[in-house]
């Protein structure tokens, strides 16, 4: 099977949110998708082994945030390669509460969802959504997966629906974020990170990167 086929599916870059007794977590989603107009209904894909998809089924309630290509790229790395088992995903990250559920500060859209059924595949739960509620917050033009990769160099996490295993060519200047897989391969060959250097992606400083060898 060709594995760059799917590179051609159009996704987005999207935030999904819950409650977890209280207390906002979430995780990024690229599988989101409009399933029907009437009623309004969103599907999302999540990870068993996303603490998020745990969350959901206890809650009942999603909300889908959207991000825009001006973003906080910092967002995706903190939701996107940390789990809400150990960490709080909303550590730093402003919120307010829309449609009863989380959505963080920076997305430039919101939809508010009850799950009305889901799916289970062999690794995700596809969850479906009926929509609430929904809001445009500000103007932009919505991430794409594919922007995220062209653009901001992100990386796959495992977990993501979208992940293909990698190979890394090896490159004595470039560097690798251990937390998100961000690579820097940059103009400056650095042969040691500055002091102050954070991933552009997650946000973590020098020590959690490795040099690629
Ligand atoms: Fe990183």
């Known amino acids: 099977m060709d594995q760059t086929a799917f590179y051609n599916l159009s996704y987005g870059v999207y935030l999904c949110t819950t409650w977890d007794e209280g207390r906002p977590t979430g995780c990024v989603a690229n599988s989101a998708m409009q399933i029907t107009a009437q009623p309004p209904t969103i599907a999302v894909s999540v990870h068993h082994d996303n603490y998020t998809n745990k969350c959901i089924r206890d809650c ?20 996107g390669f ?20 989380p959505v963080p500060d920076g997305a430039m859209c919101w939809f508010a969802c009850k799950v009305v059924d889901r799916m289970e595949t062999a690794t995700h739960t596809v969850f479906l959504g009926e929509v609430l509620d929904a809001e445009n917050l500000s103007k932009g033009t919505p991430m794409t997966y594919a922007y995220y990769h062209k653009v ?13 295993e990698e190979t ?22 650095f042969e040691e990170l500055p002091d102050d250097w954070k991933c552009p992606i997650c946000g973590m400083d020098k020590s959690y990167f490795e040099k690629m060898d």
């Open 60 to 79: 009942g309630y999603f909300a889908v945030a959207v991000l825009s290509e001006t973003a906080d790229p910092t967002l995706i790395g903190k939701f």
């Open 82 to 101: 940390r789990s809400g088992r150990e960490t709080d995903k909303f550590d730093g990250v402003p919120y307010a509460v829309r449609g009863k559920l």
């Open 152 to 164: 901001l160099k992100g990386k796959t996490a495992e977990k993501a629906p979208t992940y293909v």
């Open 168 to 189: 890394q060519e090896g490159g004595g200047s470039r560097w690798m974020c251990k937390i998100c897989g961000y690579v820097y391969d940059g103009e400056t060959p």
